[in-house]
């Protein structure tokens, strides 16, 4: 299947096809740390690291339910927060540690020009993908707005259907949550209907949901593809083990491959070696002016 991407054109000015599956890079070499050892969520509860990360995640899949999503929807989607630019927020992120990853332990606005700049690096003529990966975290400014971390961080899933097995700690960890308990919520299709695509799922809620709401609200002319990115980096159920697919259509099938180039760039570029931000601010406020200029409403 060849995709066409009306915002990627030659200097001509004429639209170029692209099948997205060729930008997938298995050779690449991304980090010392083996690739086998990222996202190890061994229980171990001497380990201070794991267990923390454990903790989030058994809150997160005992609170996430139908009812508190769309609690939050409609809390958050009123963008009347507060304003800031995307720079401005990103300084936010100085401050945040995500308490749900087992693979590094630094703030996140380092891990967001790590992943930018290595894109910026492998595919030099999509400034849209190098933008996508500076912002793609940047709803996690969530957990600096009175949000406990386990309703920011971390994997998503689908609420209002039953849960699967590929979510990080298994079924098991949901035995807690009220809608482990009813028959629809617990039902394979639950509140859906088969293949009817994941823009009508709900997702639980999070620093994914939130940014793509966030840019949809504020305008961005980032393409369609980049906000699938945002939505779903965190689907890891989906993008990596294939679940769900009965909830999927066949937008969601051309995005996951979009999902799946991306994905290498969020997880393994994760290390202790820090961008020069303050050098790199420039290039990236030009492609802001592009695609999301000036305060947004969050």
Wanted: with cysteine.
């Amino acid at each position: 299947m060849r995709v066409l991407l009306d915002f990627i054109t030659d200097e001509d000015g004429k639209v170029r096809y692209i099948d997205p599956s060729e930008l997938l890079r298995p050779e690449v070499e991304f980090s010392a740390k083996p690739i086998e050892t990222f996202r190890d969520y061994t229980v171990n509860d001497e380990d201070p690291l794991r267990a923390r990360v454990r903790k989030i995640y058994y809150d997160m899949h005992t609170n996430q339910t139908v009812e508190f999503v769309r609690e939050k929807m409609s809390f958050w989607c009123q963008f009347n927060h507060f304003k800031a630019t995307i720079l401005e927020a990103l300084e936010l992120l100085n401050s945040l540690v995500d308490e749900s990853d087992p693979d590094v332990d630094i703030p996140n606005i380092v891990h967001a020009f790590q992943t930018a700049e290595r894109l910026r690096m492998d595919y030099p003529q999509y400034d849209w993908l190098h933008l996508t990966g500076l912002i793609h975290d940047l709803g996690k400014v969530l957990a600096l707005q009175r949000e406990p971390q386990w309703a920011v961080v971390g994997d998503t899933f689908p609420v209002g259907c039953a849960y699967s097995e590929d979510i990080v700690y298994g079924v098991k960890s949901f035995k807690d949550n009220p809608d482990s308990r009813s028959s629809i919520y617990s039902s394979k299709l639950g509140i859906y209907e088969r293949h009817c695509g994941l823009s009508n799922v709900l997702m639980s809620w999070g620093h994914d949901e939130y940014m793509y709401q966030v840019l949809r609200n504020n305008g961005t002319t980032l393409p369609k593809e980049a906000l699938a990115i945002i939505r779903f980096h965190s689907f890891y159920p989906w993008h990596t083990n294939d679940a769900y697919e009965h909830l999927c259509n066949d937008e969601d099938i051309r995005n996951r491959t979009w999902v799946k180039i991306f994905n290498k760039y969020d997880l393994y570029t994760k290390s202790a070696q820090i961008p020069d931000i303050e050098n790199l601010k420039p290039y990236y406020q030009n492609l802001i002016d592009k695609y999301i200029p000036g305060e947004l409403k969050w």
